[in-house]
């Protein structure tokens, strides 16, 4: 080879050794140094994070009934980058969307505009919906619609139960009642698993390890008997309707245990709807209304009285003719006097003011509050439901000089209807504050307890012999003697008390011929199966039945009557005569 022809191949040799040195760089440059860079990008364009539905739980009622479930949906997804004809599409989801074809084009284009691979179509579609819509493009050779899983929450019984049960958000997270509370064990985990679709749409195999399995929500049993609530709310529709009052309120509570068994309040809501709902018709009443309790609460200071051995049952309590001067005001015994001289056990059972404002006088203002506060009033009782409020209930520093006469008969005083229930729940099982329980226990979808809530004793407030006495006189509150005749239920024992309190004005003072009215008792009463309460918060009746006794307690009677069949009580009662001071005042010699 001549020197010219060495040198030619030379240069040759030298082009092709550094156009290979560079694609080498290249090379390397590409598969190294930008190697994670470029299986992002792969995995953008063929990998998707696919989510993993984890349903909700359902809520039970203690026998089991659903009251809650959801209702398995689809989301309809879009994927523009596989969707070759929009319009071709938009024709074949329009009529099962039930959306026209042009709104469906204009997403699908919009998304593609926008270099966006999820582009939801619809929510909450039906499952038999979303199987119509597969078998379609599939007939149709159309690809480029994805399904999520998704639910809607179905409440099966409308209103009833509705402020206990609450309803969910968008979001699907409770926003009131035990959706809300117990959100955290009903909301379940969702999962996910990256997948791999070829240039067709198609999924291949799922990334081994690249996946995290869903866990359902768990279910919610409550305390609730649905037999028991459907009594309640039946005889509260018809009371309410009868009497029209701007609320109304009643509660069932099993004493031993402080377990809910029914409650319902009007106005209501359904939860299914819960956008129609409105002001007062989303309010739980019976845990976030204030009312003074008005001659209800003369229970708690009559117990509270004899717990101290200030006064037995028999001790005559001077009842001033009914005209009580103190601290410049005359207090006064309405509608049940006047009376002389009453038995302790008859300040109850005549309802009367004075009697139990002495009672009070002789504890003394800080000994009284004591009591008060041990009964949980001016603290929340703690059920699990959101919203509850503390009541009202100032220290004796801040009383005035007749505070001490007008808190003990339920004015100046303000309280829930679940504390009174509460309060009467704990003279019925012998002086045990009960935290009041509205969840009995989390289960999964296995049957598996997860979580039991057993019966908390707060505080022991009053002892046995203090409520085995004022039991008595509460079965004489509802004798022919007494001021709740109507609340007598046939063969059983009942014990309890009414309360006919003016409505307070928030602006001060009371309304004028406006009252809250109500009837709280116990069945049977030596060994109670139930506490209930039936309030009205401004009934429009005339003023000469404006009465616990008259509204509040026939509700009572009826909704126990039908109570104690449900619940296999046997009678108990032996029938009382006219003669029923003198049999009180022997039995507790």
Same mark, same amino acid.
């Given at each position: 080879?001549?020197?010219?022809?060495?040198?030619?191949?030379?240069?040759?040799?030298?082009?092709?050794?550094?156009?290979?040195?560079?694609?080498?760089?290249?090379?390397?440059?590409?598969?190294?140094?930008?190697?994670?860079?470029?299986?992002?990008?792969?995995?953008?364009?063929?990998?998707?994070? @696919? $989510?993993?539905? *984890?349903?909700?739980?359902? =809520?039970? %009622?203690?026998?089991?009934?659903?009251? #809650?479930? /959801?209702?398995? +949906? @689809? $989301?309809?997804? *879009?994927?523009?980058?596989? =969707?070759? %004809?929009?319009?071709?599409?938009?024709? #074949?989801? /329009?009529?099962? +969307?039930?959306?026209?074809?042009?709104?469906?084009?204009?997403?699908?284009?919009?998304?593609?505009?926008?270099?966006?691979?999820?582009?939801? +179509?619809?929510?909450?579609?039906?499952?038999?919906?979303?199987?119509?819509?597969?078998?379609?493009?599939?007939?149709?050779?159309?690809?480029?619609?994805?399904?999520?899983?998704?639910?809607?929450?179905?409440?099966?019984?409308?209103?009833?139960?509705?402020?206990?049960?609450?309803?969910?958000?968008?979001?699907?997270?409770?926003?009131?009642?035990?959706?809300?509370?117990?959100?955290?064990?009903?909301?379940?985990?969702?999962?996910?698993?990256?997948?791999?679709?070829?240039?067709?749409?198609?999924?291949?195999?799922?990334?081994?390890?690249?996946?995290?399995?869903?866990?359902?929500?768990?279910?919610?049993?409550?305390?609730?008997?649905?037999?028991?609530?459907?009594?309640?709310?039946?005889?509260?529709?018809?009371?309410?309707?009868?009497?029209?009052?701007?609320?109304?309120?009643?509660?069932?509570?099993?004493?031993?245990?402080?377990?809910?068994?029914?409650?319902?309040?009007?106005?209501?809501?359904?939860?299914?709807?819960?956008?129609?709902?409105?002001?007062?018709?989303?309010?739980?009443?019976?845990?976030?209304?204030?009312?003074?309790?008005?001659?209800?609460?003369?229970?708690?200071?009559?117990?509270?009285?004899?717990?101290?051995?200030?006064?037995?049952?028999?001790?005559?309590?001077?009842?001033?003719?009914?005209?009580?001067?103190?601290?410049?005001?005359?207090?006064?015994?309405?509608?049940?006097?006047?009376?002389?001289?009453?038995?302790?056990?008859?300040?109850?059972?005549?309802?009367?003011?004075?009697?139990?404002?002495?009672?009070?006088?002789?504890?003394?203002?800080?000994?009284?509050?004591?009591?008060?506060?041990?009964?949980?009033?001016?603290?929340?009782?703690?059920?699990?439901?959101?919203?509850?409020?503390?009541?009202?209930?100032?220290?004796?520093?801040?009383?005035?000089?007749?505070?001490?006469?007008?808190?003990?008969?339920?004015?100046?005083?303000?309280?829930?209807?679940?504390?009174?229930?509460?309060?009467?729940?704990?003279?019925?099982?012998?002086?045990?504050?009960?935290?009041?329980?509205?969840?009995?226990?989390?289960?999964?979808?296995?049957?598996?307890?997860?979580?039991?809530?057993?019966?908390?004793?707060?505080?022991?407030?009053?002892?046995?012999?203090?409520?085995?006495?004022?039991?008595?006189?509460?079965?004489?509150?509802?004798?022919?003697?007494?001021?709740?005749?109507?609340?007598?239920?046939?063969?059983?024992?009942?014990?309890?008390?009414?309360?006919?309190?003016?409505?307070?004005?928030?602006?001060?003072?009371?309304?004028?011929?406006?009252?809250?009215?109500?009837?709280?008792?116990?069945?049977?009463?030596?060994?109670?199966?139930?506490?209930?309460?039936?309030?009205?918060?401004?009934?429009?009746?005339?003023?000469?039945?404006?009465?616990?006794?008259?509204?509040?307690?026939?509700?009572?009677?009826?909704?126990?009557?039908?109570?104690?069949?449900?619940?296999?009580?046997?009678?108990?009662?032996?029938?009382?005569?006219?003669?029923?001071?003198?049999?009180?005042?022997?039995?507790?010699?």
């Amino acid at each position: 080879m001549t020197g010219t022809g060495k040198k030619r191949a030379f240069h040759v040799c030298l082009v092709l050794v550094t156009l290979f040195t560079v694609y080498s760089a290249r090379l390397v440059y590409l598969q190294v140094t930008r190697h994670e860079y470029f299986v992002e990008r792969a995995a953008e364009t063929h990998i998707t994070k @696919k $989510s993993l539905y *984890a349903p909700r739980g359902s =809520i039970y %009622d203690v026998n089991g009934e659903i009251l #809650a479930v /959801s209702e398995p +949906l @689809k $989301s309809v997804i *879009a994927d523009p980058s596989i =969707i070759k %004809d929009p319009q071709a599409m938009a024709e #074949a989801l /329009s009529d099962l +969307l039930e959306m026209p074809a042009d709104e469906i084009r204009r997403k699908i284009e919009s998304g593609r505009e926008r270099n966006s691979k999820y582009v939801p +179509l619809k929510h909450k579609v039906l499952e038999v919906t979303a199987s119509k819509i597969a078998q379609r493009l599939s007939e149709r050779r159309l690809r480029g619609i994805l399904f999520e899983q998704t639910s809607r929450r179905v409440y099966p019984n409308g209103t009833m139960l509705s402020h206990v049960l609450g309803f969910l958000n968008r979001e699907e997270n409770g926003v009131q009642g035990v959706e809300m509370t117990m959100n955290h064990y009903l909301r379940g985990q969702h999962g996910y698993r990256y997948t791999e679709r070829d240039r067709l749409g198609r999924e291949l195999v799922a990334y081994r390890g690249e996946e995290r399995p869903p866990r359902d929500g768990y279910n919610v049993r409550l305390t609730i008997d649905m037999a028991l609530q459907a009594i309640v709310e039946e005889e509260l529709d018809a009371a309410f309707r009868e009497y029209r009052p701007e609320m109304a309120t009643a509660i069932m509570m099993e004493p031993k245990t402080g377990r809910i068994l029914a409650i319902a309040n009007r106005p209501t809501f359904d939860p299914n709807f819960p956008g129609e709902g409105k002001g007062q018709e989303m309010k739980n009443a019976a845990i976030v209304n204030l009312v003074e309790p008005g001659s209800t609460f003369k229970i708690v200071t009559t117990v509270a009285a004899l717990n101290d051995k200030v006064v037995d049952l028999d001790t005559i309590i001077n009842c001033e003719n009914g005209r009580f001067h103190f601290a410049g005001k005359v207090l006064r015994d309405h509608g049940h006097g006047p009376f002389p001289n009453l038995s302790v056990a008859d300040v109850l059972i005549r309802s009367s003011n004075i009697g139990v404002a002495k009672l009070a006088m002789k504890m003394g203002e800080q000994r009284f509050y004591e009591y008060l506060r041990r009964f949980g009033f001016g603290e929340r009782t703690g059920i699990a439901l959101p919203g509850e409020i503390p009541g009202m209930l100032a220290p004796p520093h801040k009383w005035s000089k007749i505070s001490i006469s007008r808190i003990p008969m339920g004015q100046g005083v303000a309280t829930t209807p679940l504390q009174m229930v509460a309060a009467m729940a704990a003279i019925a099982n012998g002086g045990y504050l009960m935290l009041p329980q509205i969840v009995d226990s989390v289960i999964d979808n296995d049957g598996n307890t997860i979580v039991e809530y057993k019966p908390v004793v707060v505080r022991q407030v009053v002892d046995k012999e203090a409520t085995d006495k004022v039991k008595i006189a509460l079965r004489g509150v509802v004798s022919r003697r007494g001021t709740a005749r109507g609340a007598a239920v046939e063969g059983f024992s009942v014990g309890g008390k009414t309360g006919t309190a003016q409505k307070a004005n928030p602006n001060g003072g009371y309304y004028d011929h406006r009252y809250v009215t109500s009837f709280i008792g116990i069945m049977p009463v030596d060994d109670p199966a139930f506490v209930c309460m039936v309030l009205f918060d401004d009934a429009k009746v005339p003023e000469s039945r404006n009465y616990g006794g008259v509204l509040a307690a026939p509700v009572f009677a009826r909704i126990a009557q039908r109570a104690a069949r449900h619940l296999n009580l046997k009678p108990d009662l032996v029938p009382e005569s006219d003669n029923s001071a003198i049999q009180i005042t022997q039995a507790t010699r």
